[in-house]
Antibody
Framework: QLQLQESGPGLVKPSETLSLTCTVS??????????WGWIRQPPGKGLEWIGN???????YYNPSLKSRVTMSVDTSTNQFSLKLRSVTAADTAVYYC?????????????WGQGTLVTVSS | EIVLTQSPGTLSLSPGERATLSCRAS???????LTWYQQRPGQAPRLLIY???SRATGIPDRFSGSGSGTDFTLTISRLEPEDFAVYYC????????FGGGTKVEIK
């Protein structure tokens, strides 16, 4: 089964760029049945979808974050990445990467353990 | 944009009791793309139910999903200690949206 693991800095300064990478194992990121997604969860709050990327590089972003988000994929390393620019304290959250079973029921069927990113000077 | 409203916000029950969680969509949605997740404290969400009523691999049969149109329900027939958690519904229309969650806590 798929396993996903987030990595990146746990502390980012306000106005800077948050950068995270998700490493996929147990399967190929080039699997045509899947998109790859980022979801975040502010402390004590609910889940917010950030965006999805396909192995071809096609991306879909949450309109509320679109102006600040860039996602990319590297099929050679089985990784995909998230960049969120101009962060503020409101971007403090646990960031999850997940596989989106797009060819099926469009559910996020595998999730990383999550990584807490704190925005603070 | 479709909004998913989950109720109640918190459900206080005892082990062995039945839990009924609601997810209401702001407009009719396809049940094919209606999903439920469980999130235990300190853990990532886990896929429970997809397609409104199909249990994911390894999910016990005390969990069941139902509904169509705008009203969907997650039922836990008899609560086990490990079932006390937060539950989210999610729909994928043009993009994924999540409900606000229902916390099932021990009474």
């Amino acid at each position: 089964q798929l396993q996903l693991q987030e990595s990146g800095p746990g502390l980012v300064k306000p106005s800077e760029t948050l950068s995270l990478t998700c490493t996929v194992s147990g399967g190929s990121i080039s699997n045509s049945n899947y998109y790859w997604g980022w979801i975040r969860q502010p402390p004590g709050k609910g889940l917010e979808w950030i965006g999805n990327i396909y192995y071809s590089g096609d991306t879909y972003y949450n309109p509320s974050l679109k102006s600040r988000v860039t996602m990319s994929v590297d099929t050679s390393t089985n990784q995909f990445s998230l960049k969120l620019r101009s962060v503020t304290a409101a971007d403090t959250a646990v960031y999850y990467c997940a596989s989106l079973h797009y060819a099926g029921n469009r559910d996020f069927n595998y999730w990383g353990q999550g990584t807490l990113v704190t925005v603070s000077s | 944009e479709i909004v998913l409203t989950q109720s109640p916000g918190t459900l206080s029950l005892s082990p062995g009791e039945r839990a009924t969680l609601s997810c209401r969509a702001s407009q009719s949605v396809s049940s094919t793309y209606l999903t439920w997740y469980q999130q235990r404290p300190g853990q990532a969400p886990r896929l429970l139910i997809y397609g409104a009523s199909s249990r994911a691999t390894g999910i016990p049969d005390r969990f069941s999903g139902s509904g169509s149109g705008t009203d969907f329900t997650l039922t836990i027939s008899r609560l086990e200690p490990e079932d006390f958690a937060v539950y989210y519904c999610q729909h994928y229309g043009s993009s994924p949206t999540f409900g606000g969650g229902t916390k099932v806590e021990i009474k």
